[in-house]
């Protein structure tokens, strides 16, 4: 699986953007998809998670009711939608993908990986 993240950029604090991880060469059918983060000088940290088979989320809680996760099954794309933008979600944004995770939060879980997209949320 080939994973092909997009869609960061520039954003004034309290704006939006979506985010598209697209998959090529395999569908994403049975798979767990999630979004990483990554800020200057910390780790890599876990944003949000979908069960393609029967798209439970799961997110963690510094983005809850701001990041929308969502499945494009006739495209093959999971898309981040990411309102209510803040300073310290400034990151480079991953997607990752497995066939099979225990645990949707941890990194290592996790077989195949996108680039890295940038976010940068100015104030």
């Known amino acids: 699986v080939q994973l092909q993240a997009c869609g960061g950029g520039l954003v004034q604090a309290g704006g939006s953007l979506r985010l598209s991880c697209a998959a090529s060469r395999r569908t994403f059918s049975s798979y767990v998809v999630g979004w990483f983060r990554q800020a200057p000088g910390k780790e890599r940290e876990f944003v949000v998670g979908?069960?393609?088979?029967?798209?439970?989320?799961y997110y963690a809680d510094s983005v809850k009711g701001r990041f929308t996760i969502s499945r494009d099954n006739a495209n093959n794309t999971v898309y981040l939608q990411m309102d209510s933008l803040k300073p310290e979600d400034t990151a480079v944004y991953y997607c990752?993908?497995?066939?099979?995770?225990?645990?949707?939060?941890?990194?290592?879980?996790?077989?195949?990986w996108g680039q890295g997209t940038l976010v940068t949320v100015s104030s």
């Open positions: 990752a993908a497995a066939p099979l995770v225990r645990t949707i939060s941890r990194e290592r879980e996790y077989t195949y």
């Open positions: 979908i069960n393609w088979s029967d798209g439970s989320t």
